[in-house]
């Protein structure tokens, strides 16, 4: 995006709207983590690891997914605004191609 970023925008600043949520399931993510790796070490069946490794993955998606929102609705819809539209939606498609 452009250089005209606004400090909530900015590559090195991005003031979340729901920081407190985002930051409460990280670190339930967080103590989800560390129980796989408790139950790797109790040696726990393979299937209930998995499990819980999806389920972490979910929440980490779900976590992803929020960002992007705000991103869409934040910055990119500021860029679109100022007229940046073309390089906010390359900026969009480059994210969206890594977090398959």
């Not at 729901?18 to 670190?27: C, G, H, N, P, Q």
């Not at 393979?46 to 999806?54: F, G, K, N």
């Not at 972490?56 to 779900?62: K, N, W």
């Not at 679109?80 to 890594?98: N, P, R």
């Given at each position: 995006m452009s250089e005209q970023h606004d400090d909530c925008c900015s590559?090195?600043?991005?003031?979340?709207?729901?920081?407190?949520?985002?930051?409460?399931?990280?670190?339930?993510?967080?103590?989800?983590?560390?129980?796989?790796?408790?139950?790797?070490?109790?040696?726990?069946?393979?299937?209930?690891?998995?499990?819980?490794?999806?389920?972490?993955?979910?929440?980490?998606?779900?976590?992803?997914?929020?960002?992007?929102?705000?991103?869409?609705?934040?910055?990119?819809?500021?860029?679109?605004?100022?007229?940046?539209?073309?390089?906010?939606?390359?900026?969009?498609?480059?994210?969206?191609?890594?977090?398959?």
């Open positions: 590559p090195k600043r991005v003031e979340q709207p729901d920081k407190a949520a985002l930051l409460k399931r990280l670190a339930r993510l967080e103590g989800q983590v560390r129980g796989v790796a408790g139950m790797i070490e109790s040696d726990r069946y393979c299937v209930d690891v998995l499990t819980q490794i999806a389920a972490a993955r979910s929440a980490l998606d779900a976590v992803a997914q929020q960002l992007l929102e705000n991103h869409l609705h934040g910055c990119v819809a500021r860029a679109v605004q100022q007229g940046d539209s073309e390089q906010a939606i390359a900026e969009v498609m480059q994210l969206l191609k890594k977090m398959r």
